[in-house]
């Protein structure tokens, strides 16, 4: 069963039209990974389905509740503001950069939704948010300020602090990219177990090797529409698309995208015309130094 | 200098002083009251709202605030609006700072990380919840500094008061020097008082930087 159902989803930026018409469902249990390059859409596209970002048009339910719909004369409608509130109780997010609140310690970032908002019980809070500190492994860590912790920390704290309103959902924004690479791997552990667990996964992420191994479906999305969508190790193994195969091969092998006709020209050009150009001068070579 | 003389003169002026304080203080409340209004009104989703709040702020910063001090002392009763003196004084004095802090608040709720108010939203506070206890705490600290700033230039500025005869101490000073023909020794006395004043206000704002600094 469909648990976030989304279709015709438009979204401009002034000029900009980030989302050209994107359709996309996630069933109960399934984790979507979400790829494409900087720009293609993923991030809005993600933000858009707890309404973070507002689209111009398209219709998104979650939990069989309508989010926004077009209404009768054709203008997207939007669910009243409470009802949008309380469907985003649903909706764990975490964000690139952590957005841990600072002035609270770790154990209050975690316990402050679910008593102020959900009106949980303080102790009961309290007790659920040092399991799920432990969890993540940062048991001894709950009188922590966010600043006195590293950024796989602080993410693995933000994960908490979306798991402990138990949502239906969790949306990960590109969560490892703000953080030093070594400290990636912790926080994947985390989404690992919780993918393992049964959540139901919307994931925008440059892993690859993430996608491949936990993501059930993998969304291929550039220019504001979804370029290719299958399996995980079909679409990041064997992708039909070649703008599919130009990502993979610039995100794996560190291949140069070329993505316009600049780029394309700079990368085209002779190393040693763009070597002079980097240093202003022309090149001194050390045989020619030899021979003066 | 005259020491004996400032010694002999300084009970009465000092008399003032109360009253200087409960300016500044009265005015300090209901100013940052106003200005919390002012900009709360100014980031509203309503756009009347936001109009009124900017149309106050243009109008409160383009004119003295001793005309702000007439305004209210001359043209308010007309209007029907009469009080005592001191209470006048006050809001005439409120109405000019709330226009200043009005701007400080703003700038400190809307420098908080945009990324605060949408984890905030993510996680299903309502705007009344995030405001108050994730927005504000930090835009406190954002605010300290130009707050005290203002609050500093306040206490000075309540020295217009004298001339619609509060008598608080620059009144109390002015009638040393018109009735004992000296003016060095009560206003240097003055100048001192604001000065001690001002301190223990610069003390209470690093006290502030201190309580609401981020943790690291």
Known sequence: ?292 | MDFEFIIEEFPGIWEGVPVTIGLFAWSLLYGTLGGLVLALMRLSRFQPLRALSAGITWVGRGIPPLIILFITFFVFPELGLTLERFPTAVLGLSLWTAVYQGEVIRSGIIGVDQGQWEAAEALGMSGRHYMRRIILPQGFRIMIPPYFGNAMTLLKQTSIASIVTITEITLLAQRVISFKFVSLEPLLTIAFIYLVLNTILQFAQMGFERTFRLRV
């Open chain 1, 1 to 292: 069963m469909a648990l976030v159902k989304v279709e015709g989803l438009h979204k401009s930026f002034k000029d900009n039209h980030v989302l050209q018409g994107v359709d996309f469902s996630v069933d109960q249990g399934e984790v979507l990974a979400i790829i494409g390059p900087s720009g293609s859409g993923k991030t809005t596209m993600l933000r858009c389905v707890n309404l973070l970002e507002r689209p111009d048009d398209g219709s998104i339910e979650v939990d069989g509740k309508v989010l926004c719909a077009p209404g009768p004369d054709g203008k997207i409608a939007f669910a009243p503001r409470g009802e949008i509130r309380r469907a985003r109780e649903e909706m764990g997010m975490v964000f690139q950069r952590f957005n841990l609140f600072p002035h609270m310690t770790a154990l209050q970032n975690i316990t402050e939704a679910p008593v102020n908002v959900k009106r949980v019980d303080k102790a009961a809070a309290k007790a659920r948010a040092r399991e799920l500190l432990g969890a993540v492994g940062l048991g001894h860590k709950e009188d922590a300020y966010p600043m006195q912790l590293s950024g796989g920390q602080q993410q693995r704290v933000a994960i908490a602090r979306a798991l402990a309103m138990e949502p239906k959902l969790m949306l990960f924004d590109e969560v490892t990219s703000a953080v030093d690479p070594e400290l990636a791997g912790e926080i994947l552990l985390v989404m690992k177990r919780l993918a393992k667990a049964g959540m139901t996964m919307l994931v925008v992420t440059h892993e690859m090797g993430f996608a491949a191994e936990v993501a059930d479906r993998v969304i291929f999305i550039d220019h504001g529409l979804i370029q290719e969508e299958g399996p995980a190790r079909d679409l990041l193994s064997k992708p039909q698309q070649p703008r599919t195969q130009a990502f993979l091969k610039a995100v794996l092998e560190r291949a140069p995208m070329a993505e316009d006709e600049d780029s394309r020209a700079a990368v085209a050009a002779p190393d040693e015309t763009v070597e002079e150009m980097l240093l202003g001068h022309e090149l001194h070579h050390e045989d020619e130094e030899e021979e003066a």
